[in-house]
């Protein structure tokens, strides 16, 4: 019977998804912030999360701050014609009401720029998004690890887990079919 109980708390261990975490204000949710451990002697890191607005009004996200890092600049990578294209939104990114924006590898993303100190896998960090009408959200990032490309948090969005790692809001596609 010891054995069973114990078998059966493994089991609930193992499949529990990891902790999820959400900051709220004004009608903005930011859901799962995390981002990668970075190499030693790295200069930027990289941050991913989802915005959703529930307010009547669009709102802006404009930067924010990552404990550790000099900056923070919003992101864009997208396909132009058969390159992928980065590019910072210096004038922000506008979350309209009723939109959810996810910000993952191959789309949008925060750059950490002038890190102080290596991302280590671990520990949370503290960091906050800065937004023209919520204002500042405190929030906190947890780290996975160098070459994660979804968080741990069971949560993997819109990413099709049939071996095509197709993405929402990303062209990036990686096929092992062929």
């Known amino acids: ?31 799962h912030p995390w981002t990668r451990a970075t190499a030693p002697g790295a200069a930027v890191g990289v941050g991913y999360l989802t915005i959703t607005n529930a307010g ?8 924010g ?6 900056a ?7 396909m ?7 590019r910072q ?24 720029i002038g890190l102080k100190t290596p991302i280590a896998q671990g520990p949370n960090v503290k960091g906050s998004l800065t937004f023209k009408k919520a204002g500042t959200i405190d929030v906190t990032y947890k780290v996975e690890s160098i070459g994660a490309m979804t968080s741990g948090d069971g949560d993997h969005g819109d ?13 990036m596609k990686h096929d092992h079919a062929q």
């Not at 132009?80 to 980065?86: A, Y």
């Open 1 to 31: 019977m010891k054995r069973l109980m114990m078998a059966l708390a493994l089991v609930v261990a193992c499949s529990t998804p990891g902790m999820a975490h959400k900051f709220e204000k004004d009608g903005i949710t930011i859901k």
């Open 72 to 78: 923070v600049e919003i992101h864009e990578m997208k």
């Open 65 to 70: 701050t990552f404990e550790g890092a000099g």
């Open 159 to 171: 990413m099709k887990m049939d071996g095509t790692m197709k993405m929402d809001g990303s062209d």
């Open 89 to 112: 939104l210096k004038d922000g990114l506008e979350i309209k009401p009723g939109e959810t924006v996810k910000f993952s590898p191959g789309g949008y993303h925060l750059m950490f």
């Open 80 to 86: 132009d014609g058969d390159k992928m294209m980065m």
């Open 56 to 63: 009547k009004e669009p709102d802006t996200m404009t930067g």
